[in-house]
């Protein structure tokens, strides 16, 4: 069975300051990955996606995440983090050649809050 | 080009009574799949639509059920609601041949 672990509940960062959030998975092979950012009341809109090849995926809002198979995970980061990025983050994964079968396991999310 | 649309945005509920909620998926899309989002929860997955069958489910009760109709629209019906059924019910799209899912901006159901 697929599983997602976002160790960090919630973090607060200045804005302008760099940010790193955390993104474990277990599967037994390598599985397909996202990061999606929903903003209070609204669905969840995607940042970016690892399928294959090179392991630093850039996303969109200047995101990017790199997926370490040696480590099972796959962490997002930005440089340099504006107010509007403040939401919840949540890390997803998918299996693989799975035919029309192929739900999104969630990790519980991780709520962003920026200081000015 | 619209994206996924769901309707009703919000909805009350009486406990035992039955809800119906709905879903376009976005154009040229044709595999639907239902989210339930609990407050301070990620989206727990329902089940999955595929040429008007359930492909995949999660681990709900029977109490869920879908629909799929031949212009891959989608209802979520949820029958003998319970207060913890109060959540935001997600519809997630797909191109079969491609992986991404969009999202739609769920329905938010109370259960009083």
Known sequence: AQSVTQPDIHITVSEGASLELRCNYSYGATPYLFWYVQSPGQGLQLLLKYFSGDTLVQGIKGFEAEFKRSQSSFNLRKPSVHWSDAAEYFCAVGARNTGTASKLTFGTGTRLQVTL | DAGVTQSP?????????????????????????????????????????????????????????????????????????????????????????????????GTRLTVV
């Open chain 2, 9 to 105: 945005t919000h909805l009350i509920k009486t406990r035992g009574q039955q809800v119906t909620l709905r879903c376009s998926p976005k154009s040229g899309h044709d595999t639907v799949s239902w989210y339930q989002q609990a407050l301070g929860q990620g989206p727990q997955f329902i089940f999955q639509y595929y040429e008007e069958e359930e492909r995949q489910r999660g681990n709900f009760p029977d109490r869920f059920s879908g629909h799929q109709f031949p212009n891959y629209s989608s209802e979520l019906n949820v029958n003998a609601l319970l207060l913890g059924d109060s959540a935001l019910y997600l519809c997630a799209s797909r191109d079969r041949g491609n992986y991404g899912y969009t999202f739609g901006s």
